[in-house]
């Protein structure tokens, strides 16, 4: 049988209604609703708030395996008391400085291979001003450290003479030793000296980077370190330091890090600098606290740390400016600060500060 045309549309409006019907028994999807703006469109954006984090979370302690990771504390006020850097015909990039007994300051003005005296008010009293290489003259290629011992006498890194020249209280040339070359005994480029109580020396040096110790007449005794970036190696060391424990702190330029050894020279722990690990450590010093100061030579400020590497603080200058690439750190008998600064060409003295 044939359906007529007006008949199949009729079916087929029927079938299509009931669809329809069907339908809308599902839930339905509300669609939605505009919202409209609660500011004009021209409006400024507010910036989201600043987040303050605490700088009171506690640094933890670093390991033999691990570098410390330290956060910073607000830096303490270091009051300057003066500044160094006329006297006389102004220096040019001073190094090494160390403090005596009687708090008179010496100053390795490197670049004008000299050696200055002065008291704790800064009045020069004495200069050892020849370049060469008899005794008292010096030759210290812009770099070298000194230090002292307990009965004031004065060892100074001769670097450009490959030799460490030794004075009395006096300023008088008592004795020398050492030569170019890798045997005991010898220099390459030496630049770190410190005394430890029992009065030996030791002196870092990055041309043979290991860590040389004499007794106090100039008598190799051991050594220790080797080259490369292991625990207990070197790159470029420089800075070195004795605590009263005779241990032995050795900071090294290049490996960007900072390692303990016990007196016999075995390797403890090391870190990194903590404001950032990529930190070049050059001086180190230790204050009668305990407490070590350590130059961060390429970004001008020193840190200071516990014995055991516990980030204290940093500090970047005093009222007068930053640091300019500091070198090395002293300290007087009234706990006031040295810091030498070879591209401020000026060494500068603050107040102890006021740390934990």
């Not at 395996?65 to 001073?94: G, V």
């Not at 004499?214 to 370190?225: T, V, Y």
């Not at 009263?244 to 870190?271: C, H, M, P, T």
Request: contains cysteine; hydrophobic residues 35%; charged residues 20%.
């Amino acid at each position: 049988m044939r359906w007529k045309r007006p008949i199949l549309l009729t079916i087929l409006l029927i079938f299509t209604l009931a669809g329809c019907t069907a339908g809308e028994t599902e839930t339905a999807v509300p669609t939605p609703p505009t919202i409209e703006p609660t500011q004009p469109a021209t409006a400024t954006a507010v910036p989201p708030t600043a987040i303050t984090l605490s700088t009171n979370t506690p640094a933890p302690t670093p390991t033999a395996t691990q570098e410390a990771t330290m956060t910073p504390t607000p830096e303490p006020t270091f009051t300057e008391l003066f500044a160094i850097e006329d006297a006389p015909n102004s220096l040019k990039d001073p190094y090494g400085i160390a403090v005596d007994s009687q708090d008179n300051l010496y100053v390795l003005d490197a670049g004008k291979n000299r050696l200055l005296k002065f008291d704790s008010a800064s009045n020069l009293l004495q200069t050892w001003d020849t370049k060469g290489s008899g005794e008292g003259e010096f030759n210290s290629l812009g770099f070298g450290d000194i230090a002292i011992d307990g009965n004031d006498n004065l060892f100074v890194v001769d670097n450009g003479n490959f030799r460490i020249q030794k004075f009395d209280s006096a300023g008088q040339f008592i004795t020398q030793w050492g030569s170019e070359g890798l045997r005991n005994g010898q220099f390459q480029r030496a630049i770190g000296i410190a005394i430890d109580a029992a009065g030996n020396v030791y002196v870092s040096d990055d041309g043979r980077p290991e860590i040389q110790i004499f007794d106090n007449d100039g008598n190799f005794l051991r050594k220790f370190g080797s080259r490369g970036t292991g625990d207990g190696q070197f790159q470029h060391p420089t800075g070195i330091a004795v605590d009263a424990d005779g241990n032995v702190y050795v900071s090294d330029y290049e490996n960007k890090r900072v390692q303990k050894f016990d007196a016999e020279g075995n390797f403890l722990l090391s870190w990194s600098m903590a404001v950032n690990s990529t930190g070049t450590p050059e001086g180190i010093a230790i204050d009668a606290h305990g407490r070590l100061y350590i130059t961060d030579y390429d970004r001008s400020r020193v840190e200071i740390f516990t014995p055991d590497g516990v980030f204290i603080t940093s500090w970047e200058g005093g009222e007068n400016g930053r640091f300019a690439r500091p070198v090395a750190i002293a300290f007087d008998s009234e706990g006031n600060v040295y810091v030498s600064n070879q591209s401020g060409n000026n060494v500068r003295k603050f107040a102890p500060p006021p740390l934990p």
